[in-house]
């Protein structure tokens, strides 16, 4: 298998046409070499005449011989081991100083491809003698360089500084987008914010003067931008379109590692998902061997439906979609991805089998049988797994809910082994994490006192990691109920002074949300959150255009008012708008929407996001316009030609076809924003014309679930009736037209006295909270009532109706406000801050309360 190549392709004497054209009987013959065994044949019959041209060609011609194997049938190892390549690494680092500029690189290059170890004295001085020309280098060679100082773990090095330097001076020049693309990924950690947008605005360029089929350049910009955790979107988009036009040419390799890096930016396309998943189908008949099958497995299985996954023919509309883009008559698959990997299982490498039992916790697999099959390899390789990846096996077993606790206790037994020995303080994070998962009835010392070690070096999303692991540990801990056990407090007050310390030396706000990137839980909402907005007000200064939504998005995750920051928001996004992508308008405008920030200012940052992302409507993502329009309905904001956009029977289409590969619960939530938008503009925008098409939605799901109330809601329900003159005058869960439900309603005559009800509520509350529908009474929720009367809505706002740091009233609560009013409700809302406040410690006070909030409140 080594040597069965029988002939060197035209492309690769093309590819040694440098070599001077002459009558070397060894070149010539070297030349013409159909396999590896010929090559070192002629090396050992001609030692002692080789001269530094034949060492050159004879590694080059190795390596190539290798690369055009396929990767499982590469025999590195055999050549490494060859007596006479010994000869040649020997002969290489004896004629160093022959070498031209050109030799020298691509001999490093070759040798490091064929495994030699970097610890070698032969690359030690290859690397050596490169430095000493570095600033001489032709482009081509510097950027080969700067590959095989990436394959020595050398990135952050003072050579790879010197390079990031040449490349700094030198980048006007470069006009090769395989050169500029590949030293992009190799200084990628080095570069600065200044020289981040020249490489970024030259790659932009050359994308646009390249022979748009090598994808490959495209690949690399953006494996850059993930590499600097940048995401540009116009160069992203650019990218994306090249990707596009090559779909038909890739592979599911290509495929996976482009899903791959999307995610890590949190770029979502849905042409590019739509393309990929049927490219995907058509390779599942031809992708029949592991490696190929897992790639295939991993992309696909997530954006599958139930009948690619489980066997069954591919739904109906899929298939036309396929068949008008492929330009296919008939295209249906009855296999299943589950059922392949059944049979594959056995054929699996470790990695492959990660892969797959991660694609498998991805999907929330329940094939129990495929689930067995693929551990069965897993701990035939437990020994060479290495901590993170045994830390991703746990971790996805357990979402799994693999039931086999000798497993567990296994893994759990190596993860401490591994967390014992670890200094690098993300793999300690990733470690204490999954181990906290697991039952142990206690926690070894060594643990803690590792973790305590290493939290000085944590950024806020590993300490915050950790503490969420403290927590469960404590709660689980035997001695807990007596107080917190006292190896704990060291460590949670390590975690408290390391996050405080961290936000108060913090200089780059970049830095900083890069950090913040979804931070949550207890721990930071208690210690860090209040420093974390005073470090942000400190920072204000830095906030501009590029990291304006980030600022947005997190002031909208914590649900912090803070009007200092919103008004530093509005101001940078209202002058800088057209530098803004349009797609960012989108997480800008969140906070001012959702946390009812209402002021001059951003009254014009709606005018300007809306006149900036208008004209380039049809390029969102439909999931992302419905998102969008949705929250500027909560500012009562209805742009008239988005709506006629999104209310199109194409884009609904569009949308149905897109949510069929959307995570479930983001599927969930498109759905739910996209009813609560066309109610809104029902309600709100008569004169828009837009049907209500959520009637038979609404109905199914009041009668698929039944809710329950709080203690408070029950507490307020048995006052009312005292208040009102009896339960017959109060209904509970009351649904209106489009479907609101009201915590409690009551009607009013006209003197503001109430009335009975002639008829019982369609929904009861019972002794445990619960909430019972009688279905026979479920389509008559709104019944006439006298002239003169009024329907009174009385809403308990609880903490989710509010601002975190204050009593500032939400978007959400205050639109559900004026759409009751718009039905015909006059609306009382209990703010949860004023029903539990210390004034209102008796039942009298209470009652008195509510008397004011309904007869008073409520008067003209």
Known sequence: MMFRLQRVSTCFRRLLHKVPVNHDQVLDQLRICSAEDHVFDLVGKNKAKLTVDHVSLAVKMLWYFQKEKPQLLRTVHLIKNHPQFLTLRVLAENKISLMDDFMLVDLLYSFLRLNVDPHDSLVQHLVSEAWLRLDKLPLTSLSKF??????????????????????DQKLSSINDARILTTLLISISSLVSPRLRDALISRADHLLDTMDPSNYNNARRVVQFLRNIKYSHRPLLEKCNQIFLRNIPRLEAENISIFMGL???????????????????????????????????????????SQEIRDGFVVEK????????????????????????????????????????????????????????????????????????????ITQALYQLHYPNPQLFAKLRTILVKFLECSVLPYEVTMLTRVLSMLPSPRLEEAVISRVDAVVSQCNLNDLSSISSAVARWLCNDPSYRHGAPGRYVGLLQSLNHCGQQRLQTAERLDLLLEELKGISGEWFEEMLLDDTVATLRRMMDQINWTNVPDVSVFLTRINHHCPPLMERIADVAIRDIDKIHHSATYATLLPFSILNYDSEKADKLYDVCIQRFTPHIRSFDPHILVLLAYNLSVAACFPEELLKEIFSIDFLGKLDTQLEMLPDALNMRTRLRLMELNRAVCLECPEFQVPWFHERYHQQMQKKGNGAINPVQKQIHKMLGEVLGGINFVRVAEVTPYFYTVDFECLLDKRLQPLPYSQPSALQISDRGKIHWDSNSLDDIRNEIPPGAQRVAINFLDSKSFCKNSQHIKGEALMRKRHL????????????????????????????????????????
């Open 821 to 860: 009013e718009i039905l015909g409700y006059r609306v009382v809302q209990i703010p949860h801050f004023e029903w539990n406040s210390m004034e209102l410690s008796t039942l009298d006070a209470w009652k008195e309360y509510l008397k004011k909030k309904i007869f008073t409140e409520l008067l003209p």
């Open 317 to 392: 509309h899929t298939i036309v979609i396929f068949c008008t883009i492929s330009d296919q008559c008939a295209c249906f698959m009855a296999c299943s991805l589950e059922s392949t990997a059944f049979l594959l299982a056995d054929e699996l490498s470790a990695q492959q089998a990660l892969a797959i039992v991660e694609t498998l916790e991805e999907i929330q697999s329940r094939n129990l049988s495929l689930i067995n099959k693929i551990v069965t390899v897993i701990q035939r390789n437990l020994d060479i797994y290495r901590p993170m990846e045994i830390g991703r």
């Open 146 to 167: 700067a590959i095989c100082l990436s394959d020595q773990q050398l990135q952050q090095s003072p050579l790879m500084g010197h390079i990031t330097n040449i490349v």
């Open 262 to 304: 999307y995610q890590s930016l949190q770029f979502n396309n849905c042409d590019f998902r739509l393309a990929v998943k049927l490219r995907l189908m058509e390779l599942i008949q031809s992708s029949t061997e592991p490696l190929s099958f897992t790639k295939l497995f991993a992309a696909l299985a997530p954006m599958a």
